[in-house]
Structure formats: C-alpha cells, structure tokens
C-alpha cells in the first residue's frame, strides 16, 4: 500500500503531538465509565458561566479521552479548559453513573504542571502564589506592609481608579479580598497542650492553616475553646506547616507530597485521637493523603492511618455530641443561612452536621439559599488565576445568600468568606460572614451579637 505525502505529513504530526507522560494519566477505565448523559451540564458552575461544552466535566472528559489516544495535543487550545475547572466537585455528586471526576481532573491537573508549557507571565504569578501562600513564615514578612497599605486608606484608593485591573485583572483580583491585618495577625503563641475543661473525653490535635492563622486567627481561638468547653484535649505541633491543599490542587504535586510529609511527621507523635481542621478545601486535601502519598513506600501506611484520624470540626462535634451549654446570640430570633463550601458538601459529604449544629443554639433561625450547592468562585486560588469566571459566581452566591433574608452568613471556610465579604460589600449589603465554630463559641461564652 502506498502512502501519499499528504498522509505522510499528517503521520508525522500525530507523532509529533505532545500529549500525557506515563506518569499516571487520567485512567482510561474511569474516562469510559461516563456516559454522557449530560446530568453534569448544570450543576458545573464553568459551564454555567461560560456556557461551552469543553468548559464543562463532559467536555473536559472528552478532551482527556482524545489526548489519551493521541488525536489532539496538550496545547493552549485544550489545557485552558482544564484550567478553567474549579475543582468544586459538584459533578461528582450529580452524576447518576458515578464517574470519579475528581481523580480524572486531578491526574490531569499534574499532567498540565509537568508536560504544558505556560506563558512567562502565567508562570510568574503562579510561582507568586505557590511560593508564598503556602507557608506562613513568608506570609509573616507581608503582615506589616500590608497593615500600613490597609490603614493608609489605599486598597479604596486602588479600586476606585481600576489602574490595577488594567495592568493585571489577576493581580487587581488578588488585591481585591486581601483580609484585614489585625493584632492577632501577629501572635503565634498557641501553647502545644491546651487542658480539657471539665472531664476529658477526647485528646485531638488541631491544625492552624496557613492564611487562616495568619488572617482569621480568631476562627482558630473559637475552635480550640469550643473543642476544650466539650470535653477535649487540644494538641497543636509547633512544626505543623500548610495541609498541601493549593499545590495539589493546581497539580503540584513534588510541593504537595513534601508538606504533606511535614504534617504526617508533627502529629507523628501526638497520640491524638483525632485530627481536626476548620477549613473545608483542606480538610478534603488532608483525607487524600492516602492518595497523595500513594507511591511513597515509606508514608504511604502513615498517610492512610494519618488520614483517617483527620475530621472536620463541626463533623468531629457532630459525631461525639456538644457537652457545653449554649446560651441564645441575639435577644430576638437570629435569621442564618449557612453556606455550603463545596469540599466540605461535594469533597467530605458534609451538609447534615453544620446545620444540626447550628440548630442547637436558641433563637437561630436557619434559610436555605437558592443555587446552595453552586460554587461561590473562590476555589482555592481559582478566584485569582480565572477572575473574571469567579467574579460572576461570587455575584450570584452574594444575591442568593442575601435573597434568603438572613441577617447572619455562616461559612465554613476562609476562601469562601472572603468571595462572599467581598461581593456583598460591591452589592451594598450588611450582612456579617462569620465561621459556625465562631457562632458555637460566642454561644458557649453568652457573648451576644452586636
């Protein structure tokens, strides 16, 4: 059979197609397992914004299944919509054929980091992002610079000329939820052992987060009072670092496998019985580190028996029963919607729990929003890396949490209550954001809301 040189030059441009490495690539078992049937289409809050098939887990299944095969390259042209998936997770809950979407995006999203090669300015900012958030030690040196900014009045200053936006929508997206520098922004002094109050019933160690030590300090002081008010010792390693969630997320996985390595090995010692974290995107990260570590022969049993130890606070609470007395917020019924953060609902399967807690405080008042399971933008570091996507998200979870009448928003994680601070201000709403571990711990001290 002769070969034309047409079919002679396309022969050599498949062969030149640059595609996955053999470094895990999405299964090819788990790609067949969907459908198509569509049932994801609209519960993906990429597609709803975007309205693409290939911006959808669909579309994006498809993509894999084509590069997997060799028929279409890891280029600009496909790597974008996988870049545009916020990792929410949503899919994986509506899908009627049980397709595991999230170990397909992943794997990819680790295909992306090692075989596509991003534009300089790309890979600048997201060496910015890696390099910083991730360990609060190089948060620290920010704290003062940021404070001056903030007390000279200038993030009102900034936002209001655009100039940022114009020169770089990320970079104006980033400065856009700074959180407020407080005192307490500057304290580390957590003792290791923090005694049970009353008799204990439970020795747990409790991980700080990165930006969450740093910027919401307080949501951590409530969740270690509200933990030794019900019968629990609270241990804290001084050596803990970051839970490895922003790196995994964005495939990268040598940084992901080394933080996770340093927290296995500061509770390595501990004797706790559980560990207990009050932040939604790493509490889903910290019970994949059986996953994360899975070809490591020397973690790979203590990621497993680290990972089973790990629950979410208000998962924890719900599951051992609240000891502690609560006394009502508010002399007058409190109106509150509690909103869903999407590794908490998609990612550990926890939606019950939060409201059961939140129910035994008097006087609450619980709506449910509309759209309750659509993710608010943040992402991670979604809302910084895919603005202007986010930005239309955050809108809309703004409007429907205030649509319910609430005069309370309680949320479960710090990305999250920054996107959604930050657009009920833009929509001129007074609606306070706090963490429920915040709501229990005022309730358990009598401290009532302003």
Same mark, same amino acid.
């Given at each position: ?24 690539? &999405?299964? &090819? ?19 709803? @914004? ?13 993509? =894999? ?11 600009? /042209? ?17 899908? &009627? ?21 991003? %534009? ?12 910083? #958030? ?10 003062? &610079? ?64 990165? @930006?969450?030590?740093? #910027?919401?300090?307080? @949501? ?37 496998? /080394?933080? /996770? ?13 559980? @560990? ?18 899975? *070809? ?105 949490? %205030?649509?319910?009448?609430?005069? =309370?928003?309680?949320?479960? *994680? ?19 954001? =706090? ?16």
């Amino acid at each position: 059979m002769q070969i034309s040189e047409n079919d002679e030059k396309k022969i050599a441009s498949l062969e030149n197609i640059k595609g996955f490495d053999e470094n895990n690539p &999405p299964e &090819p078992k788990l790609i067949d397992s969907c459908v198509h049937c569509g049932f994801c289409l609209s519960t993906c809050p990429s597609y709803r @914004v975007i309205g693409k098939e290939m911006d959808s887990p669909r579309g994006r299944i498809y993509l =894999m299944d084509a590069i997997n095969e060799g028929e279409i390259p890891l280029n600009k /042209a496909t790597a974008q919509h996988f870049d545009s998936c916020l990792g929410c997770l949503a899919c994986v809950t509506t899908c &009627p054929s049980g397709v595991e979407y999230d170990k397909l995006i992943s794997a990819t999203r680790h295909q992306v980091t090692r075989n596509y090669p991003r %534009s300089l300015p790309d890979k600048l900012f997201r060496q910015l992002i890696f390099s910083l #958030f991730p360990y609060p030690q190089r948060l620290r040196f920010l704290l003062v &610079p940021l404070l001056i900014y903030q007390k000279l009045g200038l993030p009102k200053l900034i936002r209001s000329t655009g100039l940022l936006e114009k020169i770089s929508p990320r970079l104006a997206a980033m400065e856009s939820i700074l959180p407020e520098v407080t005192a307490k922004s500057f304290q580390d002094n957590y003792p290791t052992v923090i005694p049970a109050q009353g008799e204990k019933r439970y020795r747990v160690g409790v991980i700080l987060g990165c @930006v969450q030590r740093l #910027f919401f300090s307080p @949501v951590n002081e409530a969740t270690v009072r509200v933990l030794t008010a019900n019968g629990c010792e609270v241990v804290i390693p001084k050596s803990q670092g970051c839970c490895a969630a922003l790196p995994e997320h964005q495939g990268q996985a040598a940084q992901a496998q /080394a933080l /996770a390595k340093q927290m296995i090995d500061s509770f390595a010692d501990m004797n706790v019985d559980y @560990v207990i974290i009050n932040a939604a995107g790493c509490g889903h990260t910290l019970k994949e580190y059986g996953h994360i570590l899975g *070809n490591d022969p020397e973690y790979k049993e203590k990621a497993k028996e680290f990972a089973n130890k790990v629950k979410d606070s208000q998962e924890f609470l719900a599951m051992v029963g609240l000891t502690a007395k609560l006394s009502p917020l508010t002399k007058e019924p409190l109106t509150m919607v509690y909103q869903d953060a999407c590794h908490l609902l998609h990612g550990q399967k926890i939606s019950v729990q939060p409201r059961q807690l939140l129910r035994q405080i008097p006087n609450i008042k619980l709506r449910e929003p509309l759209d309750a399971a659509l993710c608010c933008g943040s992402a991670g570091v979604y809302n910084m890396l895919q603005p202007e996507v986010a930005e239309e998200l955050g809108e809309q979870k703004a409007r429907n949490l %205030s649509n319910t009448g609430a005069s =309370m928003i309680a949320s479960p *994680n710090p990305g999250c209550s920054l996107q959604i601070s930050k657009h009920l201000e833009k929509q001129g709403k007074e609606i306070k954001v =706090m963490h429920p571990m915040e709501l229990l711990d005022f309730a358990i001290r009598g401290v009532k809301l302003g």
